[in-house]
């Protein structure tokens, strides 16, 4: 026979799991707004039976809490994080490509259609009457704002370019302080786990600092079963991998380092940019994430060399570069692509700046050979035509001389910014009325030949135009990615989550099951009173 006392030690140990589960219900209520918190549930089972004395079989022994579980769903997890990455990428190349829009100020007061229609109405005005002072001055001043605008894009660009470089670094950074946290949880988990208890608070911190992570660099989290713990569980082994090795393998922890490029990517970056590798100075594969996001815009020229395929700051400078050497050798010299095929093929029928006589020039002297655009020197300063040519005599030497020309350094003459007389005008010496050169310039304005794209205008139309579709590109797929990240979410909040209206539909059962028990109890108790202090008096 069983104890007098057996079925008390029953409805004290259903006392004990109501009891249980109404602490479980408590903390996750507590938690309802905790980031990351997972819905936790005891799981109750029926405790050890005991054998019937008398041949009748198992009596039951109540009930028990044997675990605390969390309701979470691990594919649920894993396809956050593979989204996550994508998310990350779009969301900072949205953002950037808005930065770069920006810069170019289109259409407004300052931008490029604006500046540009101001100096040909100069010279316009010019070719009205070539001697007249205030018009050489405006033309000049006209230039200048040509100039200005390029140097001041180009800066802008640069400094994005290094503005973006230090993200870089800042997401090193915060990708060895995620790794480093999750290193160390996975100690204190492993510590927790490894008599059979269950770390979940400890989980749920490491799983949202893997969240986190997603969204910066291309991850695989997972856990690798390595054996048996005493307990008989699973001996697990949580790792995260960047592309295809971990940065943390359970307890060990590789980091990533950054140092300045030896050799520049594109010939428009800025100088010192930083090449991510591992510690051990291995090469890492970076696919995805935030951290994607900036290295696409810092180094994208459109898959140029080594670059990505993308077209990022190095681009935009490059065809930057581009417009202001073919349009200084167009109105300088009168040279064009006519043919579209990269050969410079002077036509008899175009003449530049170069070729016409300046206002103070007398019958019998030669054409000036003064260019109206060259750019700055080492110092700063403006270079003179002779300075800016060098020996160069034939086309291609020629040619070669507007090399050397970038957006940040393109400038008005030297010779012009000192003497407004020598901005050429006429074909022939000592005509002071003769405007043919500025004819010739003006052309240039509709010349579909300077660029394969079409004339100036045509040119810089179609470089923004480019950038705002990559920009609307980048908002669409920020958009889709956030609508995906966002239902996977609410996928996850619908298992993991905490429901106030369940966790207190919950209170009231647990609640009765404990006022039930404690009924029990009393029965119990009154029984043996009548038992021990009534029976037999």
């Given at each position: 026979?069983h104890?007098?006392f057996f ?11 109501a009891?249980r589960n ?9 938690n309802?707004?905790?980031?990351g ?5 005891a799981?109750?089972?029926a ?8 041949g009748?079989?198992?009596?039951g022994t109540g009930?028990?809490v ?8 691990e ?6 994080w593979?989204?996550?990455v994508?998310?990350?990428e779009?969301?900072?190349?949205r953002?950037l490509?808005?930065?770069l829009?920006?810069?170019f100020?289109?259409?407004?007061d300052g931008?490029?259609?604006?500046v540009?229609?101001?100096y040909f ?8 009457d070539p ?5 050489r001055?405006?033309?000049k ?12 894009l ?5 400094k ?8 870089v670094y ?13 290193s ?5 988990i492993y510590?927790m786990?490894v ?16 969240d986190?992570?997603s969204k910066i660099?291309n ?5 690798i079963?390595?054996?048996k713990?005493?307990?008989g569980?699973d ?5 995260v991998?960047?592309?295809g090795k ?5 307890f ?8 300045p490029?030896?050799?520049?990517l ?7 940019l ?8 291995s ?7 935030e ?13 140029l ?7 990022g700051?190095?681009h ?10 073919t349009?200084?050798?167009a109105l300088?010299?009168g ?5 579209a095929n990269?050969i410079?093929?002077?036509?008899e ?8 006589f300046w206002l ?9 050979g ?8 080492r110092?700063?300063?403006?270079m003179?035509?002779m ?5 160069a005599t034939?086309i291609d030497e020629i ?10 350094n393109?400038s ?8 407004i ?5 006429s074909?022939n010496a000592g005509?002071?009325g003769?405007a043919?050169?500025i004819?010739?310039?003006l052309k240039?304005?509709?010349n579909?030949?300077?660029f394969?794209?079409?004339n100036?205008?045509?040119?810089m ?5 480019t950038l ?26 619908s ?5 106030v209206d ?7 059962k647990?609640q009765?099951?404990?006022s039930?028990?404690a ?17 037999g008096?």
């Amino acid at each position: 026979m069983h104890g007098s006392f057996f079925g008390l030690g029953i409805a004290a140990r259903g006392l004990t799991a109501a009891q249980r589960n109404l602490d479980v219900l408590s903390h996750n209520i507590s938690n309802v707004n905790t980031p990351g918190y997972t819905r936790q549930q005891a799981v109750q089972t029926a405790s050890q039976p005991l054998i019937s004395f008398d041949g009748t079989g198992m009596i039951g022994t109540g009930s028990q809490v044997s675990e605390v579980i969390r309701v979470r769903d691990e594919y649920l997890d894993y396809k956050f994080w593979s989204e996550s990455v994508f998310q990350g990428e779009w969301d900072i190349k949205r953002q950037l490509l808005s930065e770069l829009e920006a810069a170019f100020n289109e259409p407004s007061d300052g931008g490029f259609s604006k500046v540009l229609d101001e100096y040909f109405s100069a010279l316009q005005e010019l070719s009205k009457d070539p001697s007249a002072p205030a018009t050489r001055a405006l033309v000049k001043e006209k230039g200048i704002s040509v100039a200005r605008y390029f140097n001041n894009l180009a800066y802008r660009l640069e400094k994005m370019q290094h503005d973006v470089n230090q993200n870089v670094y800042i997401k090193v950074e915060e990708i060895n302080s995620l790794a480093s946290q999750i290193s160390k949880l996975n100690q204190q988990i492993y510590v927790m786990e490894v008599d059979g208890n269950n770390a979940n608070d400890l989980r749920d911190r490491r799983e949202l600092l893997v969240d986190k992570l997603s969204k910066i660099v291309n991850i695989e989290a997972y856990e690798i079963v390595r054996g048996k713990l005493p307990s008989g569980k699973d001996d697990k082994y949580f790792v995260v991998s960047i592309g295809g090795k971990p940065i943390v393998n359970h307890f060990e922890l590789s980091e990533l380092k950054v140092h300045p490029r030896d050799e520049k990517l594109n010939a428009e970056d800025i100088n010192n940019l930083f090449e991510i590798k591992w510690a051990d100075g291995s090469s890492i594969n970076i696919t995805g994430g935030e951290l994607k996001g900036y290295l696409d815009v810092r180094d994208g020229n459109s898959g140029l060399n080594d670059s990505p395929l993308f077209k990022g700051i190095p681009h935009y400078i490059n065809k930057l570069n581009t417009f202001v050497r073919t349009f200084a050798m167009a109105l300088n010299e009168g040279y064009c692509d006519n043919n579209a095929n990269g050969i410079i093929e002077p036509d008899e029928d175009l003449l530049g700046h170069a070729d016409g006589f300046w206002l103070d020039s007398v019958e019998g002297e030669l054409p000036s050979g003064i260019r109206f655009f060259t750019m700055l020197d080492r110092d700063g300063n403006p270079m003179d035509s002779m300075s800016f040519m060098g020996s160069a005599t034939t086309i291609d030497e020629i040619v070669s001389r507007y090399d050397g020309i970038t957006a940040k350094n393109f400038s008005v003459s030297a010779d012009v910014l000192d003497n407004i007389s020598k901005i050429s005008t006429s074909v022939n010496a000592g005509e002071k009325g003769n405007a043919k050169i500025i004819e010739q310039m003006l052309k240039m304005r509709s010349n579909t030949h300077m660029f394969s794209e079409g004339n100036p205008e045509d040119y810089m139309k179609s470089l923004i135009a480019t950038l705002g579709v990559d920009s609307q590109q980048a908002v669409k797929y920020s958009d889709n990615q956030n609508s995906i990240i966002k239902m996977i979410q609410n996928r996850r909040m619908s298992v993991s989550g905490v429901s106030v209206d369940e966790e207190m539909a919950n209170m009231i059962k647990f609640q009765h099951a404990y006022s039930a028990a404690a009924k029990i109890i009393n029965t119990y108790m009154e029984l043996y009173d009548i038992l021990i202090n009534r029976v037999g008096l």
